[in-house]
């Protein structure tokens, strides 16, 4: 029942960091040096950490002691329009660029991809003289700003090209066959440092994404029903606190169930497992009460240990519930599933999923916090030890408390930025943070219009044919709108930026890993 078959489109689909990786000695430091285009056509997945497709990517090159060594990387989605190229390729070089070189680590150098499948009646040869343009592009903006491009690379269709070699012996007009993956030195030195490559974003977003399969009508009834319910009573300050106890013992309950289930090789697999066992009704309620911002406060402490794995294994079922016109919805669980991802050492994912949650709801402080605070690198312990107090604070709170604020947002903000920097952090992420992030996620959703004074206007009192239960999306709570960073994050977008490390003549390791977001 889960989605695995969506594709994306191209251009939306933005990942722009610029911090040089740590470079701190380990137990598992390994000298790799590329010299070939092939060498470093094979390296391209362990840069990003995922095969990129439909993709242009600037990977910047820092000289240390005499050896090149990788830096920050950066990718775009090459867009459907060509009209488009030249101010994308612009985008990733400025991004790239002047975001490394904020911090202290402007490129040398810069090695350019281009990668993307064939049409229907096309060839591997043919995509390379169709992006041959795009990768001039990228080569003349990376030039604009005095970084050279000293190779660019095409690989489309298991071969690639380079656009800088004019050897026929090096590099064939037909182009060269890409090493079988796993194959190479680069794949066993980065097994060896414990780096994974993932597979493609489409395969890693599909487990987030909403169903599209029969049993969506089944769960969006079960929301319907649920929302006549749970609603009012969540509106109803007399009742709003039991009805976060009553989810949250659910919630509970069905991670326990995750715990023990037995386990199945296979991500696919795994999504149709956890599906069976989580009910249309449980997941309608679970949705639907993770929708006030207290409840979500506090189901975000399952967030290490034994709890961490089912827990999230659970965000991302619910997010593959948030069906049809409950597209929205699907910002708790998939913000949730961001923080247990990062909280757990994915940045991969944890990006992924929180761009999805702004592109299920562009306004949703807590996915902006968390989303600004993994891209600025920062370690999340500082947020953990927030949720532990929060925790910690609501065990010494009644009932009644314990229902009627929600502190996390704010909490957050503060463990995230430096005494007397957030409005210097938020600027910062304002000129970063692109507003083409959110599209081609794959969540349909219908856009409200907000009414002046910042509530939520009411939803259409019908959609799909069937009446939908007024107010079934809970408006932000008072500490919501008055959190740091609300406003100068306000109209952003974002788009995950996704971690990547290798080494060109130096150490490969898991800290190489650890990739920011730049701008843009």
């Not at 980065?190 to 987030?208: D, F, K, P, S």
Request: include cysteine; proline fraction near 7%; hydrophobic fraction near 35%.
């Amino acid at each position: 029942m889960t989605n695995h078959s969506e594709t994306t489109g191209p251009f939306e689909n933005s990942d722009i960091s610029g911090q040089e990786p740590l470079t701190g000695p380990s137990a598992h430091d390994t000298q790799v040096t590329l010299r070939t285009p092939a060498e470093l056509a094979d390296a391209l997945p362990y840069l990003l950490g995922y095969r990129p497709e439909d993709s242009m990517v600037l990977v910047a090159l820092h000289d240390k002691e005499g050896r090149g060594r990788f830096g920050g990387r950066a990718r775009l989605g090459i867009p459907a329009n060509e009209e488009d190229w030249e101010a994308a390729a612009r985008q990733l070089a400025h991004g790239l660029i002047t975001g490394s070189a904020r911090r202290g680590a402007r490129p040398e150098q810069m090695v350019a991809y281009v990668c993307q499948e064939p049409a229907p009646g096309e060839s591997g040869r043919d995509v390379k003289r169709r992006l041959e343009r795009l990768a001039h592009l990228l080569r003349t903006q990376c030039g604009e700003l005095d970084v050279p491009v000293i190779e660019a690379l095409c690989i489309s269709d298991g071969r690639f090209w380079s656009y800088c070699c004019p050897i026929e012996s090096c590099c064939p007009e037909d182009g060269s066959p890409m090493g079988l993956p796993g194959t190479s030195v680069l794949a066993a030195a980065a097994t060896y440092a414990g780096i994974q490559v993932r597979g493609t974003l489409r395969e890693l977003r599909a487990r987030l994404q909403p169903w599209e399969t029969t049993a969506a009508l089944e769960q969006e009834l079960a929301l319907d029903a649920a929302g006549m319910s749970l609603v009012p009573r969540i509106l109803d300050e007399a009742s709003r606190a039991r009805v976060a106890e009553e989810t949250l013992d659910l919630a509970e309950r069905i991670i326990h169930r995750f715990a023990v289930a037995a386990p199945v090789s296979g991500t696919h697999p795994a999504d149709l497992r956890d599906d069976r066992l989580l009910a249309h009704d449980e997941a309608a309620t679970l949705i639907l009460g993770l929708q006030d911002r207290t409840t979500r406060d506090r189901a975000a402490a399952w967030m290490e240990g034994d709890e961490a794995g089912p827990a999230l294994r659970l965000w991302r079922a619910l997010a593959r519930r948030c069906v049809g016109p409950y597209g929205e919805h699907a910002a708790a669980p998939l913000t949730l599933a961001g923080w247990v991802a990062w909280s757990t050492g994915d940045e991969l994912e944890a990006r992924e999923a929180l761009a999805m949650a702004l592109g299920a709801d562009p306004d949703y402080l807590f996915a902006r916090l968390l989303h600004q605070a993994c891209n600025e690198g920062l370690d999340p312990e500082a947020i953990r030890r927030c949720l532990r107090a929060n925790r910690a604070d609501r065990a010494s709170c009644t009932p009644a408390e314990t229902g009627s604020r929600s502190h996390a947002e704010e909490r957050t903000a503060r463990a995230e930025l430096p005494a007397g920097e957030e409005a210097t952090a938020a600027a910062r992420a304002d000129d970063r943070l692109g507003a083409e992030a959110g599209r081609g996620t794959g969540t349909r959703r219908r856009r409200r219009v907000r009414p002046a004074d910042g509530g939520d206007a009411p939803r259409p009192a019908r959609t799909g044919g069937r009446r939908r239960p007024p107010g079934s999306h809970p408006g932000p709570s008072a500490a919501e709108s008055s959190s740091p960073g609300s406003r100068g994050l306000g109209s952003a977008r974002t788009r995950a930026a996704e971690p990547g490390g290798t080494t060109t003549g130096a150490a490969l390791s898991k800290n190489d890993r650890r990739e920011p977001e730049g701008e843009g």
